[in-house]
């Protein structure tokens, strides 16, 4: 099945994900819609983050996708039921995904999640990990500078590093092997992450494990792309197209990535 795959977020986060899936499903077409004028989610009432996430799924809809991929961890822990009931393809989300990853890789069962005060508060993450191993000892901790230090596209450098320290210092007398990165923003600062936690301890995300999620949906469904023709990928955002072209120019590896602004029904 040729139509492409729906990609959503509250802004460039998802990105992440949209670079797993091109390495692991190199022939799928990806329509992605970042809702920059109006990130960042985790501050927002569930009620505005669902419609704006409805809105979204709408928009790709129209655009007559065959899947969707909720790539916002505070979406998903909102509105990702409520989409696998409406849309009439298969919806995914990016929280069990990360969970997954977090078991595989912890040793101790003492894991930490970083997320916007939107996904810490709806306790989607301590449910999906519980679910997978009831010994786990999850700790959460919002980090609500972060989505905008990477919208902003100032996520290197030292403001970058020396932001990071100062949000992870409530975590200084925890103890834990294991970091989710429960925002899709957070994996462009991971090294920052990484060197503040130290490399005793993993740092995960939800990205690697949710593209191989998409994969055995294709294959579920029987709806994976077998053209041999080159993948038509579009990107769209409601904020500003120059800044969300540099960081995509950045973190994807793609030739000629065109930009194209679009306006949600309100």
């Not at 992870?168 to 294991?178: A, E, I, R, V, W």
């Not at 920052?192 to 593209?211: F, L, M, P």
């Not at 999620?213 to 038509?232: C, F, G, K, T, W």
Request: proline share 5%; hydrophobic share 40%.
């Amino acid at each position: 099945m040729n139509a492409p795959i729906g990609v959503i977020d509250s802004g460039v986060g998802g990105l992440t994900v949209v670079k797993e899936m091109l390495r692991l499903l190199p022939n799928e077409s990806i329509y992605y819609i970042g809702d920059t004028a109006r990130c960042p989610y985790g501050p927002r009432s569930q009620e505005q983050v669902r419609t704006f996430t409805w809105q979204m799924a709408d928009a790709l809809s129209k655009m007559n996708i065959k899947m969707l991929v909720i790539a916002c961890n505070t979406a998903t822990a909102v509105a990702l039921e409520s989409l696998q009931k409406k849309c009439p393809f298969p919806v995914i989300g990016v929280i069990n995904a990360g969970a997954r990853a977090a078991i595989k890789a912890t040793k101790s069962h003492d894991i930490v999640v970083l997320g916007t005060e939107g996904t810490v508060k709806s306790g989607a993450y301590d449910e999906a990990l519980y679910s997978l191993s009831s010994s786990s000892r999850v700790t959460s901790l919002a980090c609500p500078s972060f989505v905008p230090l990477v919208e902003s596209g100032e996520y290197e450098g030292e403001f970058a590093d020396q932001l990071v320290k100062e949000s992870l210092q409530p975590l200084h007398q925890t103890s834990f092997d294991t970091v989710i990165l429960g925002c899709t923003h957070y994996p462009l600062i991971q090294r920052n992450i990484e060197q503040t936690v130290g490399e005793h301890v993993h740092v995960v995300s939800s990205a690697e494990e949710t593209a191989k999620d998409v994969q055995n949906l294709l294959s579920y469904h029987h709806i994976a792309r077998m053209e041999q023709l080159a993948p038509e990928h579009r990107f769209f955002t409601t904020g500003s197209v120059p800044m969300f072209q540099l960081i995509a120019n950045k973190w994807l590896p793609l030739q000629k990535i065109q930009v194209k602004r679009i306006t949600l029904k309100k």
